[in-house]
């Protein structure tokens, strides 16, 4: 299993400013992810990030809105840009799955309200 | 791509009966996996149960149990004895074996247990 810390866990922030989320993994991990999950809805993926390269996005999100960093195999930011009130979402942090076990894990997500 | 599908946003169930929420999902691949997360009002994501796609037999974890119906691209999950603890968020989820490791998630379906 892996136990993933995520930081801060809930933040108000106002809009045009930018936050950056952390996220930090107990053992190395290839592979990390972030989802968006807006107010009600389900979990969106936002990007790919792997470690020594560039993350990858998913459609509709955009390097300039969320620039993510992976400097090592344990820790990954995932920074909100000039953020706007629909930016308000809960942004959590996630690690694939790696050998044989197939389960994702997930941090306990990011609470952002932008007013 | 892959899309997941959940038609029933909200169930309810009266204690310690049955409840079994539907999801289904389109896909061109052969091999892949699914899941079952809950998300309980503390935002973590919680695996309840997994299934390989190439295994026939329904994957079960003590109350929690599926249908899996590999032609008919339908996995619902079962729930016995319901608890009043398993009131949450139940979100079906995709994932290719591919090794790409993201998780396509459906919309998700709020569970509520009547005491």
């Known amino acids: 299993s892996a136990v993933i810390s995520q930081k801060p866990s809930r933040d108000i922030c106002q809009r045009g400013t930018s936050l950056t989320i952390q996220c930090q993994v107990d053992s190395q991990v290839t592979m990390m992810f972030w989802y968006r999950q807006q107010p009600g809805q389900s979990l969106t993926l936002i990007a790919t990030a792997n470690q020594g390269s560039e993350a990858t996005y998913e459609s509709g999100f955009v390097i300039d809105k969320f620039p993510i960093s992976r400097p090592n195999l344990t820790f990954s930011t995932l920074t909100v840009s000039n953020m706007s009130p629909e930016d308000s979402s809960i942004y959590l942090c996630s690690v694939g799955a790696w050998g044989s076990n197939t389960e994702a894990f997930f941090g306990q997500g990011t609470r952002l309200t932008v007013v | 791509a892959q899309t997941v599908t959940q038609s029933q946003p909200e169930m309810s169930v009266q204690e310690a009966e049955t409840v079994t929420l539907s999801c289904t999902y389109d896909t061109s691949e052969s091999d892949y996996y699914l899941f079952w997360y809950k998300q309980p009002p503390s935002r973590q994501m919680i695996l309840v149960i997994r299934?390989?796609?190439?295994?026939?037999q329904n994957a079960t974890e003590n109350r929690f149990s599926v249908n899996f119906q590999k032609a008919a691209k339908s996995f619902s999950l079962k729930i016995s004895d319901s608890q009043l603890g398993d009131a949450a968020m139940y979100f079906c989820?995709?994932?290719?074996?591919?090794?790409?490791?993201?998780?396509?998630f459906g919309q998700g379906t709020r569970l509520t247990i009547n005491p």
């Open positions: 299934q390989e796609a190439y295994k026939q």
């Open positions: 989820a995709y994932r290719s074996a591919d090794g790409a490791q993201k998780l396509v």
